[in-house]
């Protein structure tokens, strides 16, 4: 083989496994992504105490600390509501 073939075989070589490695670097991130993601299900912020009318956020009525990318929140039984709470008054 000539020396150019050779040369262009390495440089190949090393394209694919550098994109094998970027892949495998990838694939992990993801994994470790949605790990985080399904730490923070909704059954780490629903209790079986009653709520205080302070977990809730009066601006959107929701619980405390619960954002839009994690999806409708839990439901809560009545009898786990504060009664009387501004905040649950939308």
């Known amino acids: 083989m000539k020396k150019s073939t050779k040369s262009a075989l390495v440089v190949l070589g090393g394209i694919v ?3 094998l ?9 993801t ?3 949605n790990k985080a993601v399904q ?3 909704p059954a780490t912020l629903t209790k079986d105490k009653p709520y205080k009318c302070s977990d809730f956020d009066p601006k959107t009525g929701g ?3 619960w954002t839009a ?9 009545e009898h786990l509501l504060p009664k009387d ?5 939308q």
């Open 17 to 19: 496994i550098c994109s």
């Open 21 to 29: 490695v970027f892949t495998m670097i990838k694939s992990e991130q």
């Open 31 to 33: 994994k470790n992504n």
């Open 39 to 41: 730490q923070t299900t």
């Open 63 to 65: 619980l405390k600390g």
């Open 69 to 77: 990318n994690m999806g409708i929140g839990p439901t809560i039984p």
């Open 85 to 89: 709470c501004p905040a649950l008054q």
